[in-house]
């Protein structure tokens, strides 16, 4: 904090006080929270300390080639489907929130977990938040087993030393939530933390808030989670994956389904998901994946599967003929 030069001794150990112990924390806390969190302190001097933060960390005017030069630092993680990893661009990109939503059973769990094995593989701090107690350990360790131990001639990978690089954390209501967001940064800039996972956001506030008389307490809770998220995945230069649930909703006339079926969250979620990818059932192990909706990415779909190994692709037909 002491690089902020509008930053005063006096205010350092207030801002501590309330969780902030950097730059980057601070903005991620935003001036709204700050200034409510310290009525005491003049508004004005918040809001030099605030511009000034900005400025640091490149939330204010640039030029085209500055920004380049800032679009450059991304990195990029894979889903452990090549197929997968293609129609989303290469994989799960820092500053980026992906969602993957679709029906229970269909398998996002799995991504997610597949997702956040691969990342430790390659050294990379993942915090993984479960909010439905669906993730396990051991299955975390079985993805590693199989895809990186199992079969290989010469394994590379230290299991014990890789699975230090996962943070666990289990929630079981929003409160709890909100607590767990709103003290990440600390654990984001302690262990270097690059991915975040979360099987599924939606999931604690669409169990807490019920109803439609609950509705706008419902998606205003859940913008201030994303807004959080969002403004971690920027700071940080770090990457969020999440689960979505889906809601039936009634057809007017017969195709051969019932129900059409959306993602929850409505558009609160929709505009800070980046890409959107909805996964269908497809034959037997196989799933559908399609980009419904991003910024830069195309709508196009593939087809992947869901194995011991976690998510993989689909193999072809010269495998499958040496496999028999």
Not at 52 to 79: H, I, Q
Request: proline fraction near 3%; hydrophobic fraction near 40%; glycine fraction near 8%.
């Amino acid at each position: 904090m002491t690089e902020l030069s509008s930053i005063d001794s006096g205010l350092i150990p207030k801002l501590e006080e309330i969780g902030v112990f950097s730059v980057e924390s601070l903005i991620v806390k935003g001036m709204n929270e700050v200034k409510a969190l310290l009525p005491e302190v003049d508004e004005k001097k918040i809001t030099r300390v605030f511009m000034e933060a900005w400025r640091k960390k490149g939330f204010w005017f640039m030029s085209a080639k500055e920004y380049e030069k800032t679009e450059s630092e991304r990195e990029v993680f894979t889903t452990g489907s090549k197929a997968l990893d293609e129609i989303l661009g290469g994989g799960i990109w820092t500053w980026n929130m992906a969602e993957f939503y679709g029906e229970q059973g269909i398998g996002k769990s799995q991504v997610l977990q597949t997702i956040a094995s691969e990342a430790i593989v390659k050294g990379v701090s993942t915090v993984f938040i479960d909010t439905e107690g669906t993730c396990r350990a051991s299955r975390i360790k079985e993805i590693i087993t199989k895809r990186h131990i199992e079969g290989v001639k010469e394994p590379k990978v230290n299991l014990e030393e890789v699975q230090k690089k996962l943070t666990f954390i289990q929630t079981i209501s929003t409160e709890i939530l909100f607590e767990v967001i709103d003290r990440l940064p600390l654990t984001v800039e302690t262990k270097n933390v690059k991915l975040i996972c979360i099987d599924s956001l939606i999931s604690p506030l669409r169990s807490e808030f019920h109803g439609r008389e609950m509705l706008a307490e419902r998606q205003f809770a859940l913008a201030r989670i994303l807004q959080k998220l969002r403004t971690m995945a920027r700071v940080y230069n770090l990457a969020v994956a999440f689960t979505n649930q889906v809601v039936a909703v009634p057809v007017q006339s017969y195709t051969g389904d019932m129900f059409s079926y959306k993602p929850t969250g409505g558009y609160v979620l929709g505009h800070v998901s980046e890409p959107r990818v909805w996964i269908r059932r497809g034959g037997g192990a196989k799933r559908i994946a399609r980009v419904v909706d991003s910024s830069w990415l195309p709508e196009r779909e593939c087809v992947f599967m869901i194995t011991d190994m976690g998510a993989v692709d689909v193999p072809s037909r010269r495998e499958d003929k040496d496999v028999a």
